[in-house]
């Protein structure tokens, strides 16, 4: 028997083994008509029917209610960076508006940097004093009165943090960028104005932008937005302005059924709380490694951690990769380990990795 090889990428990551054996199966012919999806017009009968199933599969998975709109695009949550600014500042006066954000790790801190090529930015709080090891509490925000949105990112996929709330900004629309963290746990999605994500971690391959938007908020775009990129116009053609990103809307859809199948998200999220826990509680029970995130705001899905001798990194790494536990290396600018455990990461994965750890430990102790 082969050893199971278990992926700790933090994307594009791991995707369901069911849903890429189906799609194996469905390469060149999908569904009898004698197409692979690569190849269909993406405005046939066929794709219309694979993209009007995800979005509705998407819809019932985060119970998204009417008045919001799915559009799918392309960018990554990079471009929506400068997107958001684009679609959204114009709604508000005074101009030139001003955003605000909380700065709790590399994500937040790209899009701050972006959007002040659009607007002001008004860093209402950050932990970049701490290390990015906790989330400020919200009693110390420090919001502007008038401004266009308040971003946040939900779970910084580099540093580890998640919010395990979510906060109350009165009528400002709150903006999320959920990429490493979406359809891992419930959200009341009534509370965001704006909740976008990469689909490249819990959804399917890079290349697909998820974007849920309150249907008040379109409509407001700056006339230099790219057409492409202009909410309205992506919503009014039911995300067909361009050509859309048909064969990873394909995977994602394939991904959607998938977690129909599972029970939903509310069931993801008993077994991602379980999953973190293992993991989590045999970091706190060591001194051989560590994770230096406060305990409230620690990632569900994404982990870092460190050796307490950094000089086993290399050793760690490949012992890792002889036992079949591959990508665990830290993000570069944080350094040691990271171990990327998204809903396709069955809990034998983590299992597999504390064996690991815990041989390692050992024999290096
Ligand atoms: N935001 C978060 C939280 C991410 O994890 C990433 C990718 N790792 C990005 C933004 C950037 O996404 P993309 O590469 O799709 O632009």
Redo the contacts with the bound molecule.
């Keep these: 028997m082969t050893t199971p090889i278990y992926n700790f990428s ?2 594009p990551a791991l995707l369901p083994p069911e849903v890429l054996q189906q799609a194996a199966a469905e390469m060149v012919n999908w569904h009898g008509s004698g197409m692979s999806v690569m190849e269909m017009s993406h405005r046939g009968k066929e794709f219309m029917s694979i993209l009007e199933s995800a979005q509705r599969d998407l819809r019932t998975l985060l119970n998204v209610p009417s008045n919001y709109k799915i559009l799918f695009m392309q ?7 400068a997107i958001i600014p684009m679609n959204l500042v114009g709604r508000v006066s005074p101009q030139p508006a001003t955003i605000d954000f909380i700065h709790t790790g590399a ?1 937040s801190g ?2 701050i940097k972006e959007a002040a090529k659009y607007a002001k930015v008004n860093v209402a709080a950050s932990s970049e004093g701490q290390k990015f090891q906790t989330i400020p509490d919200r009693a110390l925000w420090q919001l502007s009165k008038d401004a266009a949105y308040l971003h946040i ?1 939900s ?4 540093d580890g943090l998640e919010y395990h709330f979510t906060p109350d900004v009165g009528d400002v629309p709150l903006v999320a ?4 963290h979406i359809l891992s746990r419930v959200i009341d999605v009534s509370r965001y104005g704006v909740i976008f994500a ?4 819990n959804i399917g391959p ?1 290349g697909l ?1 998820i974007v849920i938007v309150r249907e008040d908020l379109i409509g407001h775009a700056l006339p230099y937005c790219p057409s492409a990129f202009d909410w309205k116009i992506v919503a009014d053609n039911d995300s067909m302005y361009n050509t859309p990103p048909t064969y990873a809307i394909y995977i994602a859809g394939l991904v959607f059924q998938w977690l129909l199948r599972q029970g939903g998200v509310a069931v993801m999220e008993q077994k991602n709380i379980a999953k973190a826990a293992l993991l989590y509680d045999y970091l706190d029970s060591t001194n051989f490694y560590r994770n230096d995130v406060a305990k409230d705001c620690r990632s569900r899905m994404n982990a870092p951690f460190f050796l307490r001798d950094e000089s086993l990194n290399d050793a760690f790494l490949a012992g890792a990769k002889e036992a079949g536990l591959v990508q665990l290396k830290g993000h570069k600018s944080v350094g040691g380990m990271r171990a990327s455990i998204y809903n396709a990461m069955p809990i034998e994965g983590i299992e597999a990795l504390l064996a690991y750890m815990r041989k390692f430990a050992d024999k290096n102790a």
């Design positions: 933090p994307g960018g990554g949550a990079l471009a929506e960076n994500w790209k899009s990112c779970n910084e996929t580099i960028d959920m990429s490493s990469g689909a490249q971690k890079a932008t």
